[in-house]
């Protein structure tokens, strides 16, 4: 059984940074796309950032330029830098992971997820 974990979420006044993590455990992907996605009060789940093993990357417009997403593959743990935050960006903030390469945006494309982590901007 695959479990994700995150963790570093928590309040920021905006124009803050917070990094989050995620950590998978019960099977090693050697091969897989991890993914952060979010879901704030009242509003769907909407993808943020996701990458591959090779480094393959791919954001969210409303993210680019602000936030990074990287990975430890020796570790299992994969990050999300996010910084000049605002108020918009106040979410519960989903990991996810998916076998296979191709990194994509589908929600319904990936195979586990975590329970979620709370971010939230004060303006």
């Known amino acids: 059984q695959v479990q994700l974990v995150e963790s570093g979420g928590g309040l920021v006044q905006a124009g803050g940074s917070l990094r989050l993590s995620c950590v998978v455990s019960?099977?090693?992907?050697?091969?897989?796309?991890m993914g952060w996605f979010r879901q704030a009060q009242g509003k769907e789940r909407e993808f943020v950032a996701a990458i591959n093993r090779s480094g393959g990357v791919d954001y969210a417009d409303s993210v680019k330029g602000r936030f990074t997403i990287s990975r430890d593959n020796a570790k299992n743990t994969v990050y999300l830098r996010m910084n000049s935050l605002t108020p918009e960006d106040t979410a519960v903030y989903y990991c996810?992971?998916?076998?296979?390469?191709?990194?994509?945006?589908?929600?319904?494309?990936?195979?586990?997820w975590g329970q979620g982590t709370q971010v939230t901007v004060s303006s």
């Open positions: 996810a992971a998916r076998q296979g390469w191709r990194v994509t945006p589908n929600p319904q494309q990936y195979d586990y």
């Open positions: 019960g099977r090693t992907f050697s091969s897989g796309v």
